[in-house]
Every structure is written in structure tokens, then in C-alpha cells.
């Protein structure tokens, strides 16, 4: 359905009729953007890949989670169905400066 597309603002709107929008499942965006990564990244990137995968997805769900949540870390973890400590020791990881929300 989508062999070496690229997502764009004008793939998406071309799924809007009528003020409607049409459920696409997130797993075919995520395979488009991994076929399209590894294309440029996996001869750079032998090793420890399923460790730098889970970093780049992490980061900008917890961007997305904790701004919903205007930075309520206990409404966030639940909403992840995480533990809040878990979730804590996450945002340190990908936030040096505890600024959790953007």
C-alpha cells in the first residue's frame, strides 16, 4: 500500500474527505519510516540498533505524552500504562535539564 512513500503533509491531507478523517494504523507509518531509514542509516548503524529504535521512538512519545498531560507525570504514566518511577527515570534520561515539557 505505501512501497516507498514518504509521509508528507500532502499524503495526510490526501486522507481527509470530507471532514473526515480515515484511520490509517500507526504501524504503516512506522514501516515507511524505518524502510525509508534504513536506507540511509543501517550500514552506519551494525550494532545496537534496537537500543537507538527505542530511543528515537521514546523521546517524542514522551514529548507528545507530557505535554497532554501539561507535565503531570503520574497522568502521564498511566496513561503509558508505565510505573511513574519508570517514567521519571525516562524523562531524566532524554532530559539533562528537567524540562519535560515543550
Known amino acids: 500500500m505505501f512501497n516507498n512513500q514518504k509521509i508528507s503533509s500532502q499524503f495526510i491531507v490526501s486522507n481527509i474527505i470530507n471532514e473526515?478523517?480515515?484511520?490509517t494504523p500507526l504501524i504503516n507509518y512506522i514501516k515507511?519510516?524505518?524502510k525509508n531509514y534504513f536506507l540511509i542509516v543501517i550500514e552506519k548503524t551494525e550494532n545496537n540498533l534496537y537500543q537507538m529504535f527505542l530511543s528515537?521512538?521514546?523521546?517524542?512519545?514522551f514529548d507528545s505524552i507530557m505535554q497532554y498531560t501539561r507535565g503531570n507525570?503520574?497522568?502521564a504514566a498511566l496513561i503509558l500504562?508505565?510505573?511513574r518511577g519508570?517514567?521519571?527515570k525516562k524523562l531524566n534520561l532524554y532530559?539533562?535539564?528537567n524540562n519535560f515539557t515543550r
Open 20 to 23: 473526515k478523517v480515515f484511520y
Open 86 to 88: 519508570t517514567l521519571r
Open 95 to 97: 532530559y539533562q535539564n
Open 81 to 83: 500504562g508505565i510505573n
Open 73 to 75: 507525570q503520574t497522568k
Open 32 to 34: 515507511i519510516a524505518l
Open 56 to 61: 528515537e521512538i521514546e523521546k517524542p512519545l
